[in-house]
């Protein structure tokens, strides 16, 4: 099964690693829908449903925090699995994007496996 | 822990972590090498400051070779198939990268903002800061890191 994905990241060279990672760890990507902060990935989910997120945190306009209260706050988007992608691998930036909804925090580096093994854990615990 | 331990081990995680960076997401093998810094004058440098619980700066200095082959790495492509602007946006990732993994790795319970990486004129190492250069197969790769306020390692 193919999943569709929205990859919300202000780097444009970080989102195409992430789709290339993707692929390469063998995560079956359908369409693959990309966002260059909150706001623009709200847009790109109201018009678009995905099967899961994956955000980073620092971002203009809406950064990943934000982003998440405001997919809380809709009870159509509150069931879509996130997965935040972070350099920052502190245990209280960890604890407050898992507080406002994120089901996986991942922190740089990663290896494929592992962005498979998380992709398919949070995919999991909404299936669950 | 005796000063000169704690250099050492502040030495050992930079080391680490910088390698395991270039290697899990970059795709190079990075080789640990003593300091020599004429290439500096040539380098692509970034810097990235954090502040919070720790102010200070990271700064990663790249020869333009390494640079394209980085990138390549990053993107999977050919360094020829690179286009305008995607080594300086690889780079800016790179540092952003390292800064975040070394400084969770030496102060695990920090709170830190880390500032949008800013590419810089100057890759000359900043004095007073934990500093390594290490040798991708297309050239040099320097990281320093300086901490100007909070808990120091000691």
Redesign the interface.
């Known amino acids: 099964m193919a999943f569709s994905v929205l990859i919300v990241d202000d780097?444009?060279?970080?989102r195409?690693?992430i789709r290339?990672v993707m692929t390469l760890s063998g995560f079956e990507v359908g369409e693959c829908v990309e966002a260059s902060d909150g706001q623009e990935a709200l847009e790109r989910l109201r018009s678009r449903p995905v099967d899961v997120i994956l955000t980073d945190i620092?971002m203009p306009r809406m950064n990943g925090e934000e982003f998440l209260r405001r997919l809380e706050e809709d009870a159509q988007l509150r069931t879509v699995p996130t997965l935040v992608i972070?350099?920052?691998?502190?245990?209280?930036?960890i604890l407050k994007m898992l507080s406002l909804g994120a089901q996986g925090y991942m922190?740089?580096?990663?290896?494929p496996e592992a962005l498979r093994e998380q992709l398919e854990q949070v995919l999991g615990e909404r299936n669950a | 822990m005796p000063e000169e331990s704690a250099g050492a081990n502040v030495d050992a995680v930079v080391a680490s972590v910088s390698a395991a960076v270039l290697e899990t997401m970059f795709f190079e093998e990075a080789v640990e090498s003593e300091c020599e810094h004429a290439w500096l004058e040539s380098a692509l440098s970034v810097r990235v400051a954090f502040n919070g619980s720790h102010t200070g700066e990271f700064l990663l200095s790249v020869s333009p070779s390494a640079a394209q082959c980085i990138a390549a790495g990053f993107l999977g492509v050919d360094s020829a198939d690179l286009v305008e602007g995607q080594t300086g946006q690889v780079l800016l990732e790179l540092s952003n990268i390292l800064c975040g993994a070394v400084m969770s790795h030496l102060f695990p319970e920090s709170s830190l903002n880390l500032d949008p990486p800013e590419a810089v004129p100057t890759g000359a190492v900043p004095a007073g800061s934990m500093h390594h250069c290490f040798y991708l197969p297309d050239g040099p790769v320097a990281v320093s890191i300086r901490v100007l306020e909070g808990p120091q390692l000691v």
Request: zero cysteines.
């Open positions: 780097s444009p060279v970080m195409t690693f290339r620092n972070s350099t920052d691998a502190t245990k209280g930036r922190t740089k580096p990663f290896s």
